[in-house]
């Protein structure tokens, strides 16, 4: 594709300027200041790089450009994806920007963003300034073209390089900390131990304590039963016996007042209960009987139960359920501190990488002669004849680029060395093999 049109409105120094390109090649000439770098200028502010107040003219109210290309299938693409309308034989291009900085954007007539003309820069333009040369010398610049050259997709290669990282550094603090981790263990198997053998059950604090009042209240509690029993059965005066004969006095009379035959099935009725709770009485009193040895006995696991809540700061009744969590927590440092599966994981990881790191030093190993030939070849057509590049390819250590880095190296002259770039060549040169790569790669 190519630059049809470009137009310039009160742009820095310029009024206005139209500028009609024909096809093939077109170069711009003269001195030093004559305002060459602002069409360039232009060009990137039209292709959406930042702008600021300062390219306005003086005295004006903001400054336009305007610009056309050529219209191919790769770009009609773009502009339908984007939603700008794709017809015609031209993309037009037209950008704002007023004297307080404030920018606007179109695309074929439609307002755009910055980040749109960015986008379709890199579609249809390559600037290629004085100081290109400078990314020569930087080698992650030199792997990428390398790369792009050879059609490498890094992508695999770096997740790979990420798992492994992470596998690693996962092994690494598992390590760090298994020291930590062991003596962790170490405390919660004696707590356990400790505990277990109490081994408390839940619910059982609250059975334990109605219990102990029980057996400690044994002696008070069978005289209780004993004086009740005897007042409901003494042979004279007992309670059953007075209640009887009431229910009888009453009963007998019921004939002449019938209200004495209900309120005598009333005390039928509290003979019956009472009665009820004699046997009761008689039953309690057979099975209860003072235990001393088993009060002991309980006084000793409730002073046990107690003695464990204090040192660990608990409530007594937690107990149980703070035995469980240890054993919870026991069990996942069992399984976090499994050190042979981590080491497995990552050498997994470790062999994942290496084999992609192997696929991508194979294509560059592939494409580094090709690559340097096609530059060499175009070094001829730029006044270097006879002088000669290379792409050196040098092992480093495993890195998320892979296991080598790029140079590029350069002879200037037939029969010369080639030596890195930035050592051998001068400005002149280092420039037109900057115009070498770009036009090769």
Known sequence: MSLRHLVLRDFVIVQSLELDFSQGFTALTGETGAGKSILIDALQLVLG?????????EACAK?????????NAELRAWLDAEGFDPEGDELLLRRTIDAQGKSRGWIQGSAAT????????????????????????RTEAVRDLLDAYAGIDRTPLQQAWSHWREAVQTLEHA???????????ERLQWQIGEVEKLAPQADEWEGLNQQHKRLANAQALLEAAQLALSALEGEDDGVL?????????????????????????????????SADVAHELQAYLSRTELD??????????????????????RAPEDLPAL???????????????????????????????????KRVSQARKKSAPKLSQAITTAMQDLGMQGGRFEVALEPVAPAAYGLEQAQFLVAGHAGSTPRPVAKVASGGELSRIALAIAVTT
Not at 120 to 136: E, P, R, T, Y
């Open 323 to 357: 035995l469980q969590d240890w054993r919870t927590r026991l069990a996942q440092l069992d399984a976090a501190v499994d050190l042979a599966g981590l080491e497995a994981s990552e050498a997994r990881a470790q062999e994942a990488y290496q084999a992609e790191a």
């Open 241 to 273: 016996r007075q209640l009887h004969r009431a229910q009888g006095e009453l009963q007998a009379q019921s004939a002449v007042e019938p209200q004495f035959a209900a309120w005598a099935e009333v005390l039928a009725s509290a003979v019956a209960q």
């Open 49 to 57: 790089g930042r702008a600021d107040a300062g390219v306005v003219r």
């Open 114 to 137: 910055a980040a749109q003309l960015r986008s379709l820069g890199d579609l249809v333009l390559d600037i290629h300034g004085q100081h290109a040369w400078q990314s020569l010398t």
């Open 292 to 313: 001393p040895e088993g009060l002991q006995a309980l006084d000793e696991r409730l002073a046990l139960w107690v003695s464990l809540a204090r040192r660990y700061k």
């Open 63 to 71: 400054a336009e450009i305007s610009a056309a290309f050529d219209l």
């Open 175 to 185: 390590r760090t900390a298994q020291d930590s981790l062991q003596q962790e263990r």
